[in-house]
Nanobody
Framework: QVQLVESGGGVVPAGGSMTLSCVGS????????ISWYRQAPGKEREMVAA????????SYADSVRGRFTISRDNEKNTAYLQMDRLKVEDTGRYSC??????????????WGPGTQVTVSS
């Protein structure tokens, strides 16, 4: 069964850094773009970053570009999201998902359980 499990979330002070991991199983990891989405209370879920199968291209939401870095290690079936200079507005539940492209809205289910990131002021 297709599964994606996120980890690495927690509470971090504004200005700090955190790295999230996403481990996939039940599918050929390198066949898919991997995207990170987040959702904060009262806000729509938004794509924050995506990376192509062999890391040849990536995309970022305007709100995180320059602060977040997406990467992947296909031998480990793992994608990462390095988050630097975190802001309170980065708070949300972060989930990874298989996607068809680096652009928002192209994802394939199922969603992973997500990991909560809380940026404190």
């Amino acid at each position: 069964q297709v599964q994606l499990v996120e980890s690495g979330g927690g509470v971090v002070p504004a200005g700090g850094s955190m790295t999230l991991s996403c481990v996939g199983s039940g599918f050929i990891f390198h066949n898919y773009v991997i995207s990170w989405y987040r959702q904060a209370p009262g806000k729509e879920r938004e794509m924050v970053a995506a990376i192509t199968s062999w890391s040849s291209n990536s995309s970022y939401a305007d709100s995180v570009r320059g602060r977040f870095t997406i990467s992947r290690d296909n031998e480990k079936n793992t994608a990462y999201l390095q988050m630097d200079r975190l802001k309170v507005e980065d708070t949300g539940r972060y989930s990874c998902i298989r996607s068809a492209s680096i652009w928002p809205g192209s994802f394939f289910g199922p969603w992973g359980p997500g990991t909560q990131v809380t940026v404190s002021s």
